[in-house]
């Protein structure tokens, strides 16, 4: 994995070396290079590792997913703000399954840092509420199961939440 400031270093060589083969009458190689500049300016937005690891949480391999994650060292240099709202959601995903406490710190974490897509943030604060009533904290998990209803658009939450909600009832 290449810093994040490296993959703009590249991206910029990348420009460069394109504006030299256009001034070279090699109009076919700048053309190419100013597409692969494309890549770099990609990884930069989107981690490759994090992008691993969504795939393997996909085919619910944890393990996998782990791996690819511990791959990044020092995630608060490595990554832009949004890839280490990523970066905590993922672990949070793996770590739901064991260590409740563990993964609300990194839900929270997620939250605070951000999510580009309101479905992620959306179950983070199911995940969140989920681990609120577990702990008997009714209005806690009230008040975010409201915000996972108004960040659920398209609906696809809407069962989980209602059986939320009957549990709740029981607290």
Sequence with gaps: MFHRFIKLIIAGLLVATAVWQFTESNIGNGIFLILLTVIPIFLYYKNEFILMAFLKLRKQDFVGAK???????????????????YYNYLHGLMTSQTNLHQSEKYFKKAIELGLNMNMDLAVAKLNLAGIAMSRRRKMEATSLLNEVKKLDKQGMLKDQIAMMKEQLKKI
């Design 67 to 85: 791996k690819w994650l511990d791959k990044i060292k020092n995630p608060e240099t490595a990554l832009v703000r949004k890839q280490q709202g």
